[in-house]
């Protein structure tokens, strides 16, 4: 599948809102065993569901408390207080989300959400105002995973399922977006769902060649010989005061760079590449994840002497690769 003709639709809570209850009645109960006897027994997920398919929470709360008065303060303090189970935006995935607005890529939000507490929300995130429009559940009384909203969403806009790119972090919303044909992602982190618009081809790689690096015998001569060749800018000489090792990196038009090395111990040959994949964040991950896969990982991320932040791994020829930030 590739983004000719795609739209990508996300949902808002677990994917780009940091929203649990928890954040807020921790801040109520002083036992944490009884907070979730509550959440799980009161003031239960499908409790909540309702109000997301368009019950009123005087309703709702109106109800419950006659089932559990002792409970009335906590009970009224999910809609009064509804803001402060809301952590805060999960930023890689507004980073995403800014991209794909960047590119031009059309988006939505499909939400399970109800409409009295939603203003607090647009209130709190600028990002919401980015979407070309949001539909919520308690406009429609659907709840996901119901194929029918799904069915709603793709009526009001005019869309084809087969066009939807939709991210939800609930495997059961996922499975009932899949139902109705749309290409679904479970969100597990923002890294992960990056990788997954990459090979969709929505959103561009980080990745690219840094640099590439070879042994010199003389490192004056070798930047001259590139330098009036090829006209590339040349960086001061950087020495190390650890060991007898000098270089130098050479731009060329259009970002490439080439580091040249000299050091007593080495003998003139291509020495590695190195590929920058955008931020340390990343650089770790993509080492932990190569390192569960078996990849052999010649030095860990670390701080060089010149100040990058790298890690070292062999591929599959055994060839060195310089991960960078």
Not at 140 to 146: G, I, N, T
Not at 215 to 225: M, T
């Amino acid at each position: 599948m590739t983004a000719h003709g795609s739209v990508v639709v996300f949902d808002l809570g677990g994917v780009l809102i940091e929203w649990n209850p928890r954040h807020l009645y921790r801040k109520l109960f002083q036992d944490e065993a009884e907070m979730e006897d509550f959440l799980a027994n009161i003031c239960t997920t499908q409790w909540n569901l309702q109000q997301d398919g368009g019950r009123s929470f005087a309703e709702a709360c109106a109800a419950l408390k006659l089932e559990h008065p002792d409970r009335a303060d906590m009970i009224d303090a999910w809609f009064e207080r509804f803001d402060e189970m809301m952590a805060g935006p999960i930023a890689g995935t507004v980073d995403i989300l800014a991209e794909l607005r960047k590119r031009e890529v059309p988006v939505y939000a499909l939400s399970n959400w109800s409409a009295e507490t939603f203003p607090f929300a647009q209130r709190r995130f600028e990002f919401l105002q980015w979407f070309r429009a949001i539909f919520l559940s308690a406009e429609v009384r659907l709840v996901k995973p119901d194929p029918r909203i799904f069915s709603c969403f793709c009526e009001k806009f005019d869309l084809k399922p087969k066009q939807i790119i939709y991210i939800d972090d609930l495997p059961h919303n996922v499975e009932g977006a899949r139902s109705v044909g749309m290409h679904a992602i479970q969100f597990s982190d923002p890294a992960s769902l990056r990788q997954e618009l990459v090979k969709l081809k929505l959103l561009a790689s980080r990745a690219h060649i840094e640099h590439v690096a070879a042994w010199v015998l003389d490192l004056d001569r070798a930047s001259s010989f590139y330098e009036r060749w090829f006209q590339v800018a040349s960086t001061p000489e950087y020495s190390s005061t650890t060991r007898e090792f000098r270089s130098r990196f050479l731009s060329l038009d259009g970002g490439s760079r080439l580091e040249l090395m000299a050091s007593p111990q080495e003998t003139p040959r291509h020495a590695h590449i190195a590929i920058s994949v955008g931020s340390r964040p990343e650089v770790d991950r993509l080492v932990k994840e190569m390192e569960q896969a078996g990849v052999r990982i010649v030095r860990g991320p670390r701080v060089t002497g010149d100040g990058y932040y790298e890690a070292v791994i062999a591929d599959s020829e055994g060839n060195l690769v310089e991960i960078t930030a």
